[in-house]
């Protein structure tokens, strides 16, 4: 069993940062590999990156990459998702997930554990 609790989210004007964190329970976590995902208001919920189980992998959508960077520290149980140069079509509530795949990527029903969230808000 794996609880995953999101923090880091807020309002930020456009252009901006963030870093969202989520740290793991259990002695476990170098276990799984690890994803972002987001959910827009009215949009179903969406892959926004994953990483390896040691870190040397990570993947990112279309629409994030250059700009969101994903990075785990199995030592804390932690992954963080830093958000730069953010836009108004990033704002959503942004969860982590955990993965005992090979490597699921978008795959959501490939994640068996989920956090509750955190809302990004960016201000045009």
């Known amino acids: 069993q794996v609880q995953l609790v999101e923090s880091g989210g807020g309002l930020v004007q456009a252009g901006g940062s963030l870093r969202l964190s989520c740290a793991a329970s259990g002695r476990t976590f170098r276990s799984y590999v690890m994803g972002w995902f987001r959910q827009a208001p009215g949009k179903e919920r969406e892959f926004v990156a994953c990483i390896s189980r040691g870190g040397g992998s990570t993947d990112y959508t279309d629409s994030v990459r250059g700009r969101f960077t994903i990075s785990r520290d199995n030592a804390k149980n932690t992954v963080y998702l830093q958000m730069n140069t953010l836009k108004a079509e990033d704002t959503a509530v942004y969860y982590c997930?955990?993965?005992?795949?090979?490597?699921?990527?978008?795959?959501?029903?490939?994640?068996?554990?989920w956090g509750q969230g955190t809302q990004v808000t960016v201000s045009s």
């Open positions: 997930a955990a993965s005992p795949a090979l490597y699921p990527r978008e795959l959501q029903t490939l994640y068996d554990y």
